[in-house]
Antibody, heavy 112, light 112 residues
Framework: EVQLVESGGDLVQPGGSLRLSCAAS????????MSWVRQAPGKGLESVSL???????YSADSVKDRFTISRDNSKNTLYLQMNSLRAEDTALYFC??????WGQGTLVTVSS | DVVMTQSPLSLPVTVGQPASISCRSS???????????LSWFQQRPGQSPRRLIY???NRDSGVPDRFSGSGSGTDFTLKISRVEAEDVGVYYC?????????FGQGTKVEIK
């Protein structure tokens, strides 16, 4: 079955760090456009980061220099390393394959 | 960044009646390969988004044929020919022609 399962969300203090994981099954992460999309509570959707099949990475201006997208081909898993977290980063974080398949999301709460 | 503007933001509909959502982009979404990477997603309450339409007018597998997409350039439309109770949720357009991929604000469809 083709699916994405996110994990790693937690409550973290402002300025803290967190690493999100997205385990893929049924397809190869390294051959796909893989992205992270977030949704703040009660709000719309925002693209955060993207990695293309060639390994090039892209980030939204709002997270540039703080968040890093990566993948582990041996584990078929996508990651999002989040540093210097701010209250405005509080959201449900989804991973997405090829602008098509979404995971169930993992909740990140930044609060003291 | 491409700004995606949806209207209306709220759409009360009677079961069995048609519904239409507009999505306008601030610049052309035609890619250098000639494709227009405009998708529509449905997000039911408490669920992850689900893609309904890709490349403007192509319906995803399993999507009822009452959903249809149309448009070109900067002007796009999602139509539901006869709304059913299960269609309640928020609908988003999204472009992925180039980074950053951006979403419309969302249109909340509810039953009158």
């Amino acid at each position: 079955e083709v699916q994405l399962v996110e994990s790693g969300g937690d409550l973290v203090q402002p300025g803290g760090s967190l690493r999100l994981s997205c385990a893929a099954s049924g397809f190869t992460v390294s051959s796909s456009y893989m992205s992270w999309v977030r949704q703040a509570p009660g709000k719309g959707l925002e693209s955060v980061s993207l990695v293309d099949p060639g390994g090039r990475t892209y980030s939204a201006d709002s997270v540039k220099d703080r968040f890093t997208i990566s993948r582990d081909n041996s584990k078929n898993t996508l990651y999002l390393q989040m540093n210097s977290l701010r209250a405005e980063d509080t959201a449900l974080y989804f991973c997405m394959r090829e602008a098509y398949l979404w995971g169930q999301g993992t909740l990140v709460t930044v609060s003291s | 960044d491409v700004v995606m503007t949806q209207s209306p933001l709220s759409l009360p509909v009677t079961v069995g009646q048609p519904a239409s959502i507009s999505c306008r982009s601030s610049q052309s979404l035609v890619s250098s390969d000639g494709n227009t990477y405009l998708s529509w997603f449905q997000q039911r309450p408490g669920q992850s988004p689900r893609r309904l339409i890709y490349k403007v007018s192509n319906r995803d597998s399993g999507v009822p044929d009452r959903f249809s997409g149309s448009g070109s350039g900067t002007d796009f439309t999602l139509k539901i020919s006869r709304v059913e109770a299960e269609d309640v949720g928020v609908y988003y357009c999204m472009h992925h022609t180039h980074w950053p991929w951006t979403f419309g604000q969302g249109t909340k469809v509810e039953i009158k």
